[in-house]
């Protein structure tokens, strides 16, 4: 049972979305208690594992009173609440007393079912963005990094198992290699030829070496073959192009430069998608992520020190606990999530949790059973009262999400950009700013629901709280000076020379203040794709050299 759930789940779409980890809740709930019901003894982990996995989701659940968003981050105990669930499932799973069972048999088999399925269907759907991103193969995670590591992970559990690899092993390791390399993974990469080399020294068997070391090479080449046929190196190819000057490996250490002081700020965290929203008030370069690209720094920005410290601890504890095979494994997990955002797929959460449990670790007898059930029902139903509006904003009715769930900020902010009338965009902006005060757009949209009402005084606060928050935003400047122009073309019109000075002293400004962001501005940010771009375009460098 638990070896085919942890095969299926990465199918979900990796358990990603708020809604899916909804949905795992109650599957773990029931099968816990069917599980349950064959043994004598109920037993709850007694390790700091287990306790790390709780903090995480009631850490979500009680950070409103200090986040950023105060509505969307209780999704965060939504996202992780199938952790502890989890780990309560996996302390009380009946082996049959069969020790030598593997819990990752089916992973390797569920890659190279993963690889052929959106390999096929990528090719039937190639637009819609699905299973191949940006001509990338992405598997059913919709993210080509992650998905390579899965890939990575099954294998090397498949050959690090020990013993003789039966015909499906075989059949299944060059379809997970060839997978690999369709992701066009850089990083991934990089770990799989360090782990070929570590296997072909540690493997017991000669032949198994011998055809690790072939199969590798022979999937490099053909890739290599196709760059010099096609001339492509964006996807199958990308490896090759390998680099640490690449737009994506140095965009990384800007993340990482930029959220270090907020971390440091912050020892409560953001909370749940706070790092997303207050991003662009901070950040010193050009870049928009939902995450900070480093699972650690990840936890530390959204709730804070102690749960971070306490990841940290029970990682290293599980670490060196763990068999060779599982050490193998976890330095590979360590290192790629040390460069992307892993455990916000929650399903490679539970291979984690697989690979740090001690099953020989004590755990607490709960002889009576209905209050468990009754303490885990009761975080499942709040989580699934979470999960329809994170649903519904999945199926683009964010109009019902809001009805359902009033301070889903994700779903206003939608229904903001979809606002046709001056008294609809007044009112869905007020619905953002009453849980987040941070979303540039929702400013910008007061300064323009003030200046349509004539309140110039009122619009120059709101739109200078809009360019706060968007430093980078090179439109909120031009709005500004736009709005500003016609206000003082009005003023003079009808004789207010003080408030037209006003509005021109407001305009002089604006230049200064972009050559603020330009001092404060990262070396690194001229180093990506996306460069700053803080000139003002020729035509509103006039209008400000008439004013002077």
């Known amino acids: 049972m638990l070896e085919i759930l942890i095969a299926i789940l990465p199918f979900a779409l990796g358990i990603f979305h708020e809604w899916t980890s909804g949905i795992l809740s109650v599957v773990l709930v029931v099968l816990i208690y069917l599980n349950s019901r064959k043994s004598k003894t109920f037993m709850i982990p007694k390790s700091s594992l287990f306790v790390a996995t709780i903090l995480l989701p009631l850490a979500f659940l009680v950070s409103p009173l200090w986040a950023v968003d105060k509505g969307m981050t209780v999704m965060g105990f939504v996202k992780f609440l199938p952790l502890p669930l989890f780990m309560v499932l996996l302390r009380n799973y009946d082996k049959n007393d069969k020790d030598e069972e593997d819990l990752f048999r089916f992973l390797p088999l569920s890659g190279a079912i993963m690889t052929i399925m959106s390999f096929a269907l990528g090719l039937i759907f190639p637009k819609e963005g699905y299973f191949l991103v940006s001509g990338r193969l992405a598997g059913f995670f919709q993210y080509p990094n992650t998905f390579a590591l899965f890939l990575l992970v099954a294998l090397a559990l498949m050959l690090l198992r ?61 890739a290599g073959i196709y760059v010099l046929v096609t001339g492509n190196t964006d996807t199958v190819g990308r490896f090759l192009t390998t680099s640490l000057s690449s737009s994506t490996f140095v965009g990384r250490f800007l993340y990482f430069k930029d ?64 068999d060779m095979r599982r050490k193998a494994v976890l330095v590979i997990m360590a290192l790629h999530l040390l460069f992307d955002f892993d455990m916000q797929f929650v399903c490679m959460d539970l291979i984690l949790l697989m690979l740090l449990f001690d099953k020989k670790e004590e755990g607490i007898e709960i002889k009576n059973r209905m209050e ?65 005060d941070s979303t540039a757009i929702a400013y910008a949209a007061k300064a323009r629901v003030s200046f349509s009402k004539g309140d110039i005084v009122e619009m120059i606060d709101y739109q200078n709280k809009a360019i706060e928050r968007d430093r980078y935003g090179l439109q909120e400047y031009l709005d500004y000076i736009d709005m500003l122009a016609v206000s003082t073309k009005l003023y003079w019109e009808a004789g207010d020379t003080e408030s037209a000075k006003y509005c021109t002293d407001k305009i002089k400004e604006v230049p200064q203040r972009l050559e603020e962001v330009k001092n404060g501005t990262s070396s690194l940010a001229y180093k990506i794709k996306d460069k700053p771009e803080l000139d003002l375009p020729q035509e509103y460098v006039d209008i400000i050299n008439t004013l002077a």
């Not at 003789?164 to 990089?190: E, Q």
């Not at 928009?288 to 504890?317: A, K």
């Open 372 to 436: 468990f059930y009754v303490t885990a029902g009761a975080g499942v139903l709040l989580s699934l009262y979470f999960t329809i509006p994170m649903f519904l904003s999945f199926i683009n009715r964010d109009d019902l999400a809001v009805k359902v769930y009033p301070p889903c900020t994700k779903s206003h902010l939608v229904l903001l950009t979809k606002a046709e009338t001056v008294e609809s965009m007044d009112k869905a902006a007020d619905n953002v700013l009453k849980y987040n």
């Open 162 to 222: 020990g013993g003789k690899l039966s015909k499906i092993d075989l059949i299944c390791a060059p379809v997970l290699l060839i997978g690999i390399i369709l992701s066009g993974s850089r990083t991934v990469f990089i770990l799989l030829f360090l782990f070929i080399i570590y296997y072909v020294i540690i493997a017991k068997e000669k032949k198994y070496k011998i055809m690790a070391g072939i199969s590798a090479l022979l999937v490099c080449a053909g």
């Open 259 to 322: 959220v270090l002081p907020q971390i440091i700020k912050h020892p409560l965290g953001l909370g749940y998608m706070g790092y997303f929203y207050s991003q662009p008030s901070f950040q010193t370069g050009v870049y928009t992520v939902n995450h900070v690209h480093n699972d650690l720094l990840q936890i530390l920005i959204d709730i804070g020190w102690i749960p971070g410290l306490l990841f940290c601890y029970v990682f290293v504890r599980g670490f060196i606990k763990a």
